[in-house]
């Protein structure tokens, strides 16, 4: 059965205080890595799509890199506004459903 | 970029009621649309995926009767949760592709909605 497992659950940061989110999968076949932010009450944002191993995004103080097991979502020197939960999710099967992850609720504090 | 319009934003009602969600894509064709339910601190629990003028296919333990879902067009879907009680209380969103998902073609580009905050009272 796919799963997707994300940790930490939660991660407390002092601003410009780096850190990394992991997001480790088990699926047969992968065929996309999304990762999203999602504030509270309101719907996910897209940030990423990976597709292999070795592939790396960036978008502002946000990095995402993939292996053959898992992806790491990397923050550096964040700010209070980064503070959101980050989602990680796969494709669960060729119709192309995604399979979530509980998610990493980030806490940027000044 | 693509933007999905979900409301009401929040809606409570009473139990026995039914309340529909509405999900409009603004400025492409959603052919293909997700619902979604989320619990506090929990992940998004797909519910449902539908094809734009197809019978919605509904993921295994979600009743079909119950959350009413229609896809008439390539701008609207709707979720219409039928006799509400207290237990369906949740935040639900929708996601729409302009890929026509099947057992051979998938979609790298999903757009949310902001979500439906539901309390049945």
């Known amino acids: 059965e796919d799963q997707v497992t994300q940790s930490p659950e939660a991660l407390r940061l002092q601003e410009g205080e780096s850190s990394s989110l992991n997001c480790s999968y088990t699926?047969?076949?992968?065929?996309?890595l999304f990762w999203y932010r999602q504030d509270p009450g309101k719907g996910p944002e897209f940030l990423f799509t990976l597709y292999s191993a070795g592939e790396e995004k960036e978008k502002e103080r946000l990095k995402a890199t993939l292996t053959k097991k898992e992806s790491f979502l990397h923050i550096t020197a964040p700010k209070p506004e980064d503070s959101a939960t980050y989602l990680c999710?796969?494709?669960?099967?060729?119709?192309?459903?995604?399979?979530f992850g509980a998610g990493t609720q980030v806490v940027v504090t000044p | 970029g693509a933007v999905v319009s979900q409301h009401p934003s929040w809606v409570i009602c009473k139990s026995g009621t039914s309340v529909k969600i509405e999900c409009r894509s603004l400025?492409?064709?959603?052919?293909?649309m997700f619902w979604y339910r989320q619990f506090p601190k929990q992940s998004l629990m797909l519910m449902a995926t539908?094809?734009?003028?197809?019978?919605?296919?509904?993921e295994q333990g979600v009743e079909k009767d119950k959350f009413l879902i229609n896809h008439a067009s390539l701008t609207l879907s709707t979720l219409t949760v039928t006799s509400a009680h207290p237990e369906d209380s949740s935040f639900y969103i929708c996601?729409?592709?302009?890929?026509?998902?099947?057992?051979?073609?998938?979609?790298?580009?999903?757009?949310f909605g902001s979500g439906t905050r539901l309390t049945v009272v």
């Open positions: 999710a796969v494709h669960r099967d060729s119709w192309g459903k995604l399979q």
């Open positions: 699926v047969s076949g992968l065929r996309g």
């Open positions: 996601s729409a592709t302009e890929v026509r998902v099947s057992s051979t073609r998938i979609s790298d580009g999903y757009t």
């Open positions: 400025d492409f064709q959603a052919t293909t």
């Open positions: 539908s094809n734009e003028g197809s019978k919605a296919t509904y």
